[in-house]
């Protein structure tokens, strides 16, 4: 477990937070990168001036924090794939369904459909279809007054529900994150952005689990939101600069063809991308 900081808000939610490429890695370097992931989102919440706890369970990251802050702060940080408002029971099985039933008694109404998605991660004495199943049955049976109907394909309803070793969790829900690598992952890149559009290539790196050096005399404070530890540098050769400042490369915002450096790789992340390609990502570094 891993503590972000004393946890002292009376108000706080539970959140679930789900990686993609880190469960890939070897254990030992699976561990380093959810050690930095949840560094990262303590970060992220110190930069709002707010507090979380944070602890894992494998290919999860559990987040106690204010539910605004914690959706804002999971929105932006790069290793996330996804993440849910959550409610946490006990392991057993009749747990598990009774609290179902109170999470469709505040969602289900009259005519309407519904949908019980079960997963499990450990051992137990039912099987995820068990959950579902029952729970289903459950629900059926408590609000048959209202009319309603199993649709597995196009509910009106989803409850999601993930028994696992520790707990159980319910939610309602899948948030999207940004995905990608956890920054502080991998190198350090340096990248010159001249003008608004040059930060999606800084973006990428980022998302690619790299720290950024941005080289510029422009506004790049929404980049913050993404990195609450950005640095920025004055203009200069790009090179030279990040020879000054401990970088493996440049990340360049255009496909221009340059003399290479000794020491130092040339990147171009965004090079391919298209120019709505390109609009559509600046609109999510907004966001």
């Not at 959810?34 to 110190?46: S, T």
């Not at 800084?202 to 530890?229: H, N, Q």
Request: proline fraction near 3%; include cysteine; aromatic fraction near 8%.
């Amino acid at each position: 477990m891993f503590l972000c900081l004393s946890l002292l808000q009376a108000y706080v939610s539970l959140f679930i937070a789900r990686y993609a490429e880190i469960g890939l890695k070897s254990e030992r370097v699976r561990r380093r990168f959810e050690d930095i992931l949840a560094l990262n989102i303590e970060k992220h919440f110190m930069a709002r001036h707010m507090e979380c706890l944070v602890s894992w369970d494998r290919g999860r990251l559990f987040i106690m924090a204010d539910d605004k802050t914690a959706v804002d702060v999971l929105s932006h940080t790069f290793g996330i794939v996804s993440f849910s408002r959550a409610l946490e029971v006990g392991k057993g099985k009749q747990e598990i369904i009774d609290a179902v039933v109170r999470v469709a008694s505040t969602l289900l109404f009259s005519g309407c459909s519904f949908a019980i998605r079960a997963r499990r991660s450990g051992n137990h004495e039912f099987t995820s279809m068990d959950i579902a199943r029952e729970a289903g049955a459950a629900v059926l049976s408590q609000f048959n007054h209202l009319g309603i109907s199993v649709n597995l394909d196009a509910p009106d309803v989803e409850i999601f529900v993930e028994a696992r070793e520790r707990a159980s969790y319910i939610y309602t829900s899948i948030h999207e994150g940004p995905g990608g690598l956890p920054l502080g992952t991998q190198g350090t890149v340096l990248c010159p952005v001249d003008r608004e559009q040059d930060m999606v290539a800084a973006w990428l790196i980022m998302r690619r689990g790299c720290r950024t050096v941005i080289s510029t005399d422009i506004d790049v404070s929404v980049l913050r939101k993404w990195d609450p530890e950005l640095k920025t540098v004055e203009k200069g050769d790009p090179y030279q600069l990040a020879l000054k400042y401990g970088c493996e490369a440049v990340a360049f915002p255009d496909a221009e063809l340059r003399e290479k450096k000794e020491g130092i790789a040339s990147l171009y992340p965004s090079a391919m991308l298209m120019p709505e390609e390109l609009n559509e990502l600046l609109e999510t570094i907004r966001a």
